[in-house]
């Protein structure tokens, strides 16, 4: 079935890395554009992080731009999120989300398909 | 990028209908029909009920219903239920070429 699997999360002190990892299956992934949206502890929804269904094209909030990087790996069905400087606000639930259009080439299009999620803690 | 607008908290009785906005601007919700809605159960990861303002996803109840006007979109819950009680999320996309959330609305079928 059309699954989204993420992976990497963690405890990590302030000012750490961390890369999470989306594996997909059910789909064609190389024609959609994939995202990265997190959700802090009793708060809502925040979209990070968009990736080109060929990874040529990438968008990021600004809340994440010039820490984060995005990438994909067609040939292994799986979309990454590389995190750096890590704030003790970056404490969240991360979740990777599909794009509902073929080949979109920006963040416009709706998630159809969600992660179950992967916890980030950052805390020294 | 600030967050759409969306009331905290609505509640209705079973069999009622309900109404949850979702205010933007000019630049993101009234500029454009890429508007989502989402359903999140706690615990749980969001659900997509709407997309492009008024679209259903294959298998998602025909209870739920989207508009828009200007800037502000809208999600209408017909008919009520037990399981609807959830948090609801709108999303649009962005002249930035982001994507916005709002803060949220916590449903309570009473």
């Given at each position: ?124 | ?72 979109a809208s999600l209408t ?34």
């Amino acid at each position: 079935q059309v699954q989204l699997v993420e992976s990497g999360g963690g405890v990590v002190q302030p000012g750490g890395s961390l890369r999470l990892s989306c594996a997909a299956s059910g789909f064609i992934f190389r024609n959609y554009g994939m995202n990265w949206v997190r959700q802090a502890p009793g708060k809502g929804l925040e979209w990070l992080a968009f990736i080109h269904y060929d990874g040529r094209i990438k968008y990021y909030a600004d809340s994440v731009k010039g820490r984060s990087t995005i990438s994909r790996d067609n040939s292994k069905n799986t979309v990454y999120l590389q995190m750096n400087s890590l704030r003790v606000e970056d404490t969240a639930v991360y979740y990777c989300a599909k794009g509902n259009r073929i080949t979109a080439t920006g963040p416009y299009d709706a998630f159809d398909i969600w992660g179950q999620g992967t916890m980030v803690t950052v805390s020294s | 990028q600030s967050a759409l607008t969306q009331p905290a908290s609505v509640s209705g009785s079973p069999g009622q209908s309900i109404t949850i906005s979702c205010t933007g601007t000019s630049s993101d919700v009234g500029a454009y029909n890429f508007v989502s809605w989402y359903q999140q159960h706690p615990g749980k990861a969001p659900k997509l009920l709407i997309y492009e303002v008024s679209n259903r996803p294959s298998g998602v109840s025909n209870r739920f219903s989207g508009s828009k006007s200007g800037n502000t979109a809208s999600l209408t819950i017909s008919g009520l239920q037990a399981e609807d009680e959830a948090d609801y999320y709108c999303s649009s996309y962005t002249s930035t070429n982001t994507r916005v959330f709002g803060g949220g609305t916590k449903l309570t079928v009473l």
